[in-house]
């Protein structure tokens, strides 16, 4: 870049043609595997990724419900991104939203009897595109490197006390 404005700022550390490469790659990667999957889900269940992930989180948890707070942290998105879709997932009768009994102020999200058979229903083939998109294509050595790369990012991305959306 040449003709940046003047700063006090050192110059950036600009990314090697490798990295740049890299970073497209993952970019380019990131975006077809998320659309795939919203395509899979949505053709298959009538959700898109997020609400699935959000069913997931609410079926692993002790007697399928959470705080909502809890939840978007969990999902990692802002609680009013949580709140619309907990209201598609209720209109669908997937979630109901409860008082939680121990804060007056706090709702909890429940996973209902349907939300868990369209959840258990939609599960094999979500799997099968997960596994398809991306296991299949990787040696097992190599999915565990990925899996190690992406702790790391995510471990170094949300630091003790960052200001995250959805810790907020």
């Given amino acids: 870049m040449t003709n940046r404005p003047a700063t006090d700022q050192p110059d950036p550390r600009w990314l090697s043609e490798q990295e740049q490469a890299t970073w497209r790659a993952f970019r380019h990667a990131m975006t077809l595997l998320e659309d795939h999957l919203d395509r899979q889900l949505q053709r298959d269940a009538g959700m898109p990724h997020l609400y699935y992930g959000l069913l997931v989180e609410l079926s692993e948890a002790p007697r399928r419900r959470m705080r909502m707070t809890e939840l978007a942290q969990s999902a990692k998105i802002t609680r009013s991104r949580l709140s619309h879709a907990i209201a598609r997932l209720e209109k669908n009768g997937w979630v109901r939203r409860e008082h939680c009994p121990s804060d007056k102020r706090g709702q909890l999200a429940v996973l209902t009897e349907e939300g868990f058979r369209m959840l258990s229903e939609s599960a094999p083939g979500h799997v099968a595109a997960v ?24 471990t170094a991305l949300q630091p003790a006390g960052a200001d995250l959306p959805w810790l907020r």
Wanted: contains cysteine.
């Fill in 131 to 154: 596994r398809a998109a991306v296991f299949d294509r990787l040696t097992p050595e190599e999915a565990e490197q990925f899996g190690d790369i992406c702790g790391k990012l995510a």
